[in-house]
Structures are given as C-alpha cells and as structure tokens.
C-alpha cells in the first residue's frame, strides 16, 4: 500500500485526484503501477487502476493476470471493477471506501457479484485513514 501511496501523492502534481495502484505478481514483484491521470492526459478512463493493470499486462505480454494482487488506494469504481474482472485479478486490496461510487462493497459489489463468472477476494480498509485522509485534504483544498 505504501508504494500506490506514493503513486497517489504523484497525481497531485498534475491536479489529478489522490489515486494509486500497483499490481503484483505472486513473487512480489510490482509489474504495473499507476495513478489517477484524468486531467494530466484528459482521458476519463486514466483511472488508477486502469493505468496499473495496463502496464501489467503489457510488462506480461498477455491480457490475464491471474495470479496478481491488485492494491488501490480508494475502492474501485464501476469502470475499474469491469477491468479488474476482465483482466481476472484474484485480488484487490484497497484502502479507503467510496461511499459516491464504490464497486467493491459500499454501494455496489460487482467484484463479489455471485451472477458473473469470475469472482475477486476483496481486502478493504489497509491503511485506510492514511488514504482517506489525502482524499481529503484534495478536496478541501480543490
């Protein structure tokens, strides 16, 4: 969680939201990380973990990370959670809940949805007011 922190705290420099990602192979091994770059590329999909799981799969040469971790500094949105199931990520661990738009638990559950064909293992809250907190201080200063 400490280096999608650090991802995050990036995405300051170009006005972006505090989000970031990393994906980690089952060695350990980080194989993509990214941040919010929605105002840096004016991209509305250049969402954190979109940016991770991108780098992943091109560092793998292939479209399935079946045995990564995906970690997050914020609850992955709709868009994101499509990605995740797509790209069939075993896991996410995410820090802060996003109660406006969250897809892993707080107001939807798609990751865990019993309706699709693939399932995620979900660990919310690692460092969770680490995480909020720079999302706060964003938007109290935004």
């Known amino acids: ?47 954190a973990e979109i940016e991770a799981i991108r780098q992943a799969t091109a560092a793998r040469g292939e479209w399935r990370l079946g045995d990564a971790v995906l970690v997050v500094t914020l609850e992955p949105c709709v868009m994101c959670a499509g990605a995740i199931l797509a ?23 798609l990751l865990r ?11 919310p809250g690692v460092r969770a007011a680490e995480c909020a907190d720079l999302l706060t201080r964003f938007f109290r200063e935004s």
């Open 1 to 47: 969680m400490g280096l999608a922190l650090g991802e995050a705290t990036a995405a300051l420099h170009t006005g972006d939201v505090p989000v970031g990602a990393v994906v980690v192979d089952s060695a350990g091994q980080v194989i993509g990380s990214g941040r919010n770059a929605r105002e840096a590329r004016a991209d509305p999909t250049a969402h």
């Open 113 to 123: 949805d019993r309706r699709l064909t693939h399932r995620v293992e979900v660990i």
């Open 87 to 109: 790209a069939r990520v075993p896991t996410v661990v995410f820090g802060a809940w996003d109660e406006k738009a969250g897809a892993a638990g707080s107001i939807h559950d």
